[in-house]
């Protein structure tokens, strides 16, 4: 089976530097994606990340460390419209991948 | 020029009722998928499809029957709608190269009332 957990909830101060951490445990482990949902919308992609180490993107990095079923998303400069819910979800090999969702991390940026 | 697009975007029924959504890509995508949101915000996959094949077909009660009549579309068909059915459902698609991810709907908010 497989078990993704996030922090439930977060907040942040806008301008500021978040971390929202993921950690899973699961079997044929192929690459962790990040995506944004704002409240009543569809998520939207932000990252995938195969290999371990950062990568960038504008304000926002995901770090992944697969030796310890680890992977983070940095937010930078946190904006007001940052505040969303970030979902962790792994893939797994084999065929066509099946991807599974964590439960998200809603976080809330305030003035 | 939606990527994906999802019909209805709400609906209210009753229970026992039976109900369809449908949803289109236009991306050119060959695997499409439908998963629920519930109330907690739990993303779950439901059903995948790469080229109108079932790939995919979580534990999800036969009252659930996807419909694939070609590569672009993907639609819902529930039959006996119970309460606990209600949830957001998105339809979602993606090709080959995971690293791009997949392109969500807007979601279909279904309740049951």
């Known amino acids: 089976g497989q078990n993704i957990d996030q922090p439930t909830e977060m907040t942040a101060t806008e301008g500021a530097i978040v971390q929202i951490n993921c950690t899973y445990q699961?079997?044929?482990?192929?690459?962790l994606f990040w995506y944004q949902q704002h409240a009543g919308e569809a998520p939207t992609f932000l990252s995938y990340?195969?290999?371990?180490g950062l990568e960038e993107k504008g304000r926002f990095s995901s770090f992944l460390s697969r030796s310890k079923g680890y992977s983070y998303l940095l937010l930078k400069e946190l904006q007001m419209k940052d505040s969303a819910s970030y979902l962790c979800?792994?893939?797994?090999?084999?065929?066509?991948?099946?991807?599974?969702f964590g439960t998200g991390t809603k976080l809330q940026v305030i003035p | 020029d939606t990527a994906v697009s999802q019909t209805p975007k709400y609906l209210v029924t009753q229970m026992g009722n039976d109900k369809s959504i449908k949803c289109e890509q236009n991306?050119?995508?060959?695997?499409m998928y439908w998963y629920k949101q519930d109330s907690k915000k739990f993303l779950k996959i439901m059903f995948s499809?790469?080229?109108?094949?079932?790939?995919i077909n979580e534990t999800v009660p036969n009252r659930f029957s996807p419909k694939s009549p070609d590569k672009a579309h993907l639609n819902l068909h529930i039959n006996s709608l119970e309460l606990g059915d209600s949830a957001v459902y998105f339809c979602?698609?993606?090709?080959?190269?995971?690293?791009?991810?997949?392109?969500f709907g807007s979601g279909t908010r279904l309740t049951v009332v």
């Open positions: 979602a698609s993606s090709q080959g190269d995971r690293a791009y991810g997949y392109t």
């Open positions: 699961t079997s044929g482990f192929n690459g």
């Open positions: 990340n195969v290999l371990d």
């Open positions: 979800a792994v893939s797994r090999r084999g065929g066509y991948q099946k991807v599974t």
């Open positions: 991306l050119g995508h060959d695997t």
């Open positions: 499809y790469n080229n109108k094949e079932l790939i």
